[in-house]
């Protein structure tokens, strides 16, 4: 891995981590059109434990709240009726069906899922899934209305994020906004119920590090640092941006993207 493509990719993956167009599937277009090789399971690993480490300073108040409630709610009786300590319930079973999927389908998922074509229709018909959403969504709940009902149908979501081109933060939201939630609440809500699938999958793949010969260390650094700052940036302006304007330029950039890709395969610049 050269310099130049650990900086590229930092920059991609701080970038599409967190907005509703599918971090995996850029990267493998992006992949696909330079000719770059897989940056290999040290690469994956390290750069996204990066990006969820800007997830968890930019929501370290919420996450401390949650978890220290959470705790004292098990032998508190009085405290399990709070939101905090019904979130951090509500994370654990939307946690569940990714981490099913994802074990069970693992060997799918890395390769016969890994199609262009499949990444190319998915990006395009789940863009147009989002608009709908973001269009007939009632958007009057807010977080305190979340019920085991709906952080599991969260999870469900978020586990159609195994498939590249989907993307994890695009079918939570998209889930969130159909179940009636604010663009704002299914955003954050999104992003807290990313944090143990991201840092479980991180860790799965850091096993395979010792797989890999001459792992280049220095420049998975580098990307990881740009991959953060990017990423903490990205999550700070989104929160901003859906608080008053409609998911739509997603949904378009995801259908134009989705369709070049397509006419680039068919006529043969590209290659599944």
Known sequence: MSWFEAIVLGIIQGLTEFLPISSSGHLLILSQIFGW???GAAFTA???IGTETAVLIYFRRDIWRIISTWTKSLYTPALRGQIDARMGWYVIVGTIPIGFFGFFFSDQIETAARNLWLVATVLIVFGIILGIADRVGRKT???????????LLFGLGQALALIPGVSRSGATITTGLFLGFTREAATRYAFLLAIPAVLASGLYQATKIGDEANVPWG???VATAIAFVIGYLVIAWLIRYVATNSYMPFV????ALGSLVLVLLGTGVLTS
């Open 37 to 39: 090789d897989d940056p």
């Open 46 to 48: 390290v750069s996204q």
């Open 141 to 151: 709940r807010e977080l305190e209305t979340l019920s085991m009902r709906s952080g």
């Open 219 to 221: 420049q998975t650094i």
């Open 252 to 255: 378009i950039y995801r259908v």
